[in-house]
């Protein structure tokens, strides 16, 4: 273990190692080491300061972005109010359109048209009770559906089992 002292008396077997710094007394050394070091600096300083212009961009760009998609909005949401109150005009103008008085007026005014006579009127029956047709395909749907329901119990009960 080397212990030094402010006499540079050297305690230990190793010899006092010498403090030489070739940068400190040769000038052209000591400016290419001063360049070298300034330019790393320089070079920091460069991306930091691309950096922080980026992170601006990408910010702005961003609100960019989010401004454009307002501007849809909005734009579309008038669309929307437009339609809807044309569709309100429209469902006025229809509730207009089917008084019965008028129809029949314009039934009889405009097109010719008159009621039947006796022998023109066909009397229908139908029957009392309602029922309902189902069709084909239908049918098939439903057995498909049966088919599947019973695959998935078959795998549950399965599962349990395991369980």
């Known amino acids: ?63 960019a972005l989010i401004t454009d998609l307002n501007y849809k909005i909005s734009r579309l949401e008038k669309e929307y109010e437009t339609i809807k109150n044309d569709n309100s005009r429209l469902k006025v103008a229809v509730e207009k359109n089917t008084d019965l008085s008028r129809i029949k007026t314009t039934a009889e005014e405009r097109m010719n048209m008159q009621k039947p006579d006796k022998y023109q009127i066909v009397h229908i029956r139908v029957p009392k009770n309602n029922f309902t047709v189902i069709s084909e395909t239908y049918k098939n749907k439903q057995e498909n559906n049966h088919f599947i329901a019973l695959l998935l119990t078959k795998v549950d009960m399965i599962r349990k089992i395991f369980e």
């Open 1 to 63: 273990m080397v212990q030094m002292n402010n006499n540079d008396y050297v305690y230990g077997s190793s010899a006092k190692k010498i403090q030489y710094d070739v940068y400190e007394e040769n000038k052209v050394l000591k400016e290419k080491k001063k360049y070298r070091s300034n330019r790393f600096k320089k070079t920091r300083i460069v991306f930091s300061i691309l950096l922080v212009f980026l992170t601006g961009f990408v910010v702005m760009y961003r609100y």
